[in-house]
Nanobody, 126 residues
Framework: QVQLVESGGGLVQAGGSLRLSCAAS????????MAWFRQAPGKEREFVAA????????TYADSVKGRFTISRNYAKTTVYLQMNSLKPEDTAVYYC???????????????????WGQGTQVTVSS
């Protein structure tokens, strides 16, 4: 089975930066895309960013566009999220997600994803 493990979360002041990583392991794994979602206390999980594996096409939520950058390492089946100009409203648990398919899918829809990491906490202070 596939496991996803996130790392890189932590505490940072507003305006600072963090770089999250998500590594897949367990079996040969070449998904159509990998993505980041986040969930703050009392809120629903929301889409943050996604990247397709073959074409490196990226998709961002409006709330992070221009501040966050998603990238991938094909050989390591690893996805990264460079988070700059962080705001207190970015505080959340960040989850890595991947589908169990190489077929095209809607990368923004939570229900499209089969594998999820445990999450990494990002806290942005004022």
């Amino acid at each position: 089975q596939v496991q996803l493990v996130e790392s890189g979360g932590g505490l940072v002041q507003a305006g600072g930066s963090l770089r999250l990583s998500c590594a897949a392991s367990g079996r040969t794994f070449s998904p159509y895309a990998m993505a980041w979602f986040r969930q703050a206390p009392g809120k629903e999980r929301e889409f943050v960013a996604a990247i397709t594996w073959s074409r490196r096409s990226t998709t961002y939520a409006d709330s992070v566009k221009g501040r966050f950058t998603i990238s991938r390492n094909y050989a390591k089946t690893t996805v990264y999220l460079q988070m700059n100009s962080l705001k207190p409203e970015d505080t959340a648990v960040y989850y890595c997600a991947a589908p169990d398919t190489v077929s095209a899918m809607d990368v923004m829809r939570e229900v499209e994803y089969d594998y999820w990491g445990q999450g990494t906490q990002v806290t942005v202070s004022s």
